[in-house]
DNA sequence: GTGAAAGCGCTAACAA
DNA sequence: TTGTTAGCGCTTTCAC
């Protein structure tokens, strides 16, 4: 047909007529079947985002600007909640194949690899934040903390604290095994002592941050609590935010990720923040290419310590 | 092919074949095309987001929510950030009919009503929060928060508030129209007269609620404010919270929304609360069934006020 | 500069 | 119970 030339800017079309053929089109709000063009072989323009959650501001703000950069680049971005747990995450990566999504991020949940492999031919996988073996190469996105978990350690040793504790993602995640190390380092660096019984892990997730956290203020051996992890963060805050004044007093606390309202909580939540929109754009730029023509691709972006009140203040009401 | 049968649970299959066939399609990883099953008039199993952001813990909820809901379903959700632009939101209509979604989910945009109809052929639109003529008949999933906006207007009298503010979205949107009224209706049940030099209106966004906060604490002339609107919500806070402390000493707040944080900013922020939730979840129930056979649909799901502290506390450093 | 044919993966309808 | 045909909307190839 002349109209599919008109339609896709071919030149062998008379001017005129393609100009007609592109008015009508736009008049009577036409726009191609993506599922026809995808039937050809020709791509879909379809980007799955595979996430623990959407609700964590720290993902919410990747989405947000990962959803901007897709807009920008018309892709169709499909999202995928996987809570952290891999039959899940398996069952995303079976839907996107259905679709043939061109390419996905995801943050890998944690546990072995399954068969995932299956579900990924031809697609530009990138991983976020954490790296697992998916049994082909695939790009990652990574946050490099090393160097702001340990100044955030040194930071609690300069205001005199000597026992700290850690709560954070266990060995199942490369992200919780380089937190994990970057805070020993960070103590070593300080000239403190590990000690074992300070360092809890678990899933990265609100409840391993809750129930920790109340262990190690139960124990009374601990004088500040550095997090290794966005959920654990939140969920290590709120037993904060919500334990007898006395309890929490002069106990210091260094976040991980930088919601906005860590700023107001307590007179200003420490924290390591991260480059949450150069992630994103990074992973819109990537997943923008077709996998065949992509190089495999691996960036970590620095974060850096945030300094505020370390002390959180106690919360009063105003009337 | 007796593959397709097979694969489909088509009774008339050798029972040992359709088991051998399903099996080796699960070894191999073989799912259905979606594109070859669209293409058919099969329809899609896309169900469309446009919301104006994903940060605003509000519509994260909700999103989140509802993508839990659309894993359980076996529905492909896309999302798309309007930032309550039309011409974006047109835009992102577009988009999806392109790929043919089934339905579409969203938050309309302030503003006149543009050519978007021609996108909608087929398409089960449901509404939420706002109401917005879109030349078809649309389902729609709001919220009735002109008891609780009452509530929250007769409490602040009660603490003795007599010039109460009010800052929300403007004529433009259904529901800036509704809270305002709302707002009027709260200041007569208590007694109070209106001033219209206290009720400021504009954009359903941060800024709106930055500036008129701003304003309105500088006329010195406002010991109460009561918020319309979610993200003006967050940015009249955002001014309360970095005012100077005697500038909003014994002032009144009511947010609107209830994002988890707002419990423990200043000693509990009061707020006008909705079912989230439920809302993502009905919203789920009406997205699952193609527009032919989904009769529209209206329901209205109750707003609460939630007494916290309305007089916020000044935040103070701890160390 | 324009049209005709073919095929992408799938299934309803019909034929065997 | 199984196989064949046809067509969904699009673009590439080839003919005119």
New interface residues.
């Given amino acids: 047909m002349t109209v599919s030339r008109a339609l896709s800017d071919h030149p062998n079309v008379r001017p005129d007529t393609r100009k007609a053929v592109q008015d009508h089109a736009r008049k009577?709000?036409y726009?191609?079947?993506?599922?026809?063009k995808?039937?050809r072989g020709d791509g879909?323009k379809i980007v799955g985002l595979l996430l623990p959650?959407?609700?964590n501001?720290f993902y919410?703000?990747f989405?947000?600007t990962l959803?901007?950069s897709c807009?920008d680049l018309?892709l169709?971005?499909?999202?995928?909640?996987t809570n952290d747990d891999p039959e899940?995450e398996l069952?995303?990566f079976?839907?996107l194949?259905?679709?043939?999504a061109m390419s996905v991020i995801h943050v890998p949940a944690p546990g072995a690899v399954r068969?995932v492999?299956?579900?990924l031919n031809g697609v530009n996988v990138i991983q976020l934040i954490r790296e697992q073996n998916m049994g082909q190469p695939v790009s990652s996105i990574l946050v490099e903390d090393h160097r702001a978990i340990g100044e955030a350690v040194q930071h609690l040793a300069g205001?005199g604290h000597q026992s700290i504790g850690y709560i954070g993602a266990d060995e199942r995640l490369s992200s919780g095994r380089a937190r994990r190390a970057a805070f020993e380092a960070g103590l070593a660096s300080a000239g403190l002592a590990r000690d074992d019984r300070l360092i809890t892990l678990g899933a990265p997730d609100f409840s391993t941050g809750q129930r920790n956290a109340a262990r190690l203020l139960a124990t009374g051996n601990v004088t500040a609590i550095v997090c290794g992890g966005f959920e654990i963060s939140n969920g290590v805050l709120s037993v904060f935010?919500e334990a007898d004044q006395d309890v929490v007093q002069?106990m210091g606390f260094v976040g991980y990720g930088d919601?906005s309202?860590y700023a107001?909580?307590?007179?200003?939540v420490s924290t390591i923040a991260m480059q949450v929109d150069e992630l994103a754009q990074e992973a819109a730029r990537l997943a923008a290419c077709p996998a065949e023509e992509q190089p495999v691709n691996r960036r970590a972006f620095e974060a850096s310590f945030v300094a505020?009140?370390?002390?959180?203040?106690?919360?009063?009401?105003?009337?």
Avoid: D, F
């Fill in positions: 009577v709000g726009v191609k079947n993506a599922a026809a995808a039937m879909t959650n959407i609700v501001e919410a703000r989405a947000n959803a901007q807009e018309s169709h971005l499909i999202i995928h909640l899940t069952r995303a079976e839907r194949h259905e679709v043939q068969n492999s299956a579900h205001l935010l002069g919601p309202y107001w909580l307590g007179g200003g505020r009140n370390t002390h959180l203040a106690p919360m009063r009401g105003g009337g």
